[in-house]
């Protein structure tokens, strides 16, 4: 719920956006919303107080209620990473233990942080063909997928861009020669008309054939 909803459902005043403005500190993911105001007038402190109510009423709250009464400021989501950091990476790893959610051939979902993405293998029979059962992984960061080696559990196919990602105790094996078919698209606002843009469909274009 955005906080000129929020402001709108415990006034029962309908609000104009044109009249609002949010006070914000910090640059791109390093932010902190810190200020509200409608026609000039100060409302934060009943934006905050009631964002710090509705975290206490969910389950899984996206943030800790106490962080944010300490801070009385909304943080970028990406700051889960520095205010709650064992909770994140907890969340990220693969165990023995959760693989019980899935079944040997069936799709797994292991998240969907943003990220490096490992690339689904949607075609098993070539690991069949020798042998090897396969647990397909979807939308899961390099580090989920690596952590599966990591647990002492099978092994993992990442792209060569995930090696920064892949913990210490992991090893990685150049694979030569695989036929390998990944499907890619590219997607972008055709009413841009940007020259870079240009230039970098075209460099892809290229580069596909």
């Not at 100060?42 to 009631?50: F, K, L, N, S, Y």
């Not at 709250?61 to 400021?73: F, G």
């Not at 690596?146 to 990442?158: D, E, N, S, W, Y």
Request: with cysteine; charged share 25%; aromatic share 8%.
């Amino acid at each position: 719920m955005s906080i000129i909803e929020r402001l709108e459902e415990g006034t029962g005043k309908k609000i104009d956006p044109e009249h609002t403005e949010l006070k914000t500190l910090g640059l791109n993911h390093l932010s902190w919303h810190r200020g509200f105001t409608v026609e000039g007038e100060d409302v934060w402190p009943e934006v905050i107080q009631g964002f710090i109510e509705e975290l206490k009423k969910e389950e899984h709250p996206e943030w800790d209620p106490r962080t944010i009464e300490v801070l009385r400021m909304m943080p970028n989501y990406y700051l889960q990473y520095f205010y709650h950091t064992d909770k994140k990476l907890k969340s990220q790893c693969i165990t023995p233990s959760l693989l019980s959610a899935g079944s040997p051939g069936m799709p797994y979902d292991a998240g969907h942080d943003s990220g490096f993405k490992a690339c689904t293998v949607s075609d098993t029979r070539p690991f069949a063909s020798v042998s090897v059962t396969t647990l397909l992984v979807n939308r899961c960061t390099i580090a989920g997928v690596t952590g599966l080696p990591a647990a002492g559990v099978g092994c993992a196919i990442i792209t060569s861009a995930g090696e920064i990602w892949k913990p210490e105790q992991v090893a990685l094996l150049t694979l030569e020669d695989v036929e390998l078919k990944i499907d890619l698209e590219l997607v972008w606002n055709r009413d841009n008309a940007s020259p870079t843009l240009s230039n970098f469909i075209s460099a892809v274009k290229r580069s596909a054939i």
